[in-house]
């Protein structure tokens, strides 16, 4: 199965900064638009949040949970596998 991967920022996301103060998030979806994983940056760059997460706040509970998402609402960047995977790897 093929994954997608997207960059989301305020303006496509309308009160993303209220959820744990997170101003970009990137996110893994399935081909059917289903968000498997998130990782949420703050302002300064630092991990905000983690979907799915054991151990970071609000992490059992993803920013487009129960979502799907139209990977042609996004106007930002996308980031590459390898790109997530590193962000991914910082949260643990």
């Known amino acids: ?3 997608y991967y997207c960059t ?3 303006g496509d996301i309308k009160g993303l900064h209220s959820i744990s103060e997170v101003s970009s998030l ?3 979806s399935n081909e059917e638009g289903v968000v498997l994983r ?3 940056l703050n ?3 630092q991990i905000a949040h983690r979907y799915p997460s054991s151990t970071h706040p609000l992490g059992h509970r993803g920013i487009f ?3 799907k998402v139209e990977l042609s609402d996004t106007t930002n960047t996308h980031p ?3 790109e997530f995977e590193v962000l ?4 643990e």
Request: charged share 35%; hydrophobic share 25%.
């Open 1 to 3: 199965m093929k994954h």
């Open 8 to 10: 989301w920022e305020e």
């Open 26 to 28: 990137y996110t893994e």
């Open 38 to 40: 998130e990782i949420g």
């Open 43 to 45: 302002k300064v760059g």
């Open 65 to 67: 949970d129960n979502q």
């Open 80 to 82: 590459t596998k390898e």
């Open 88 to 91: 991914w790897s910082m949260t």
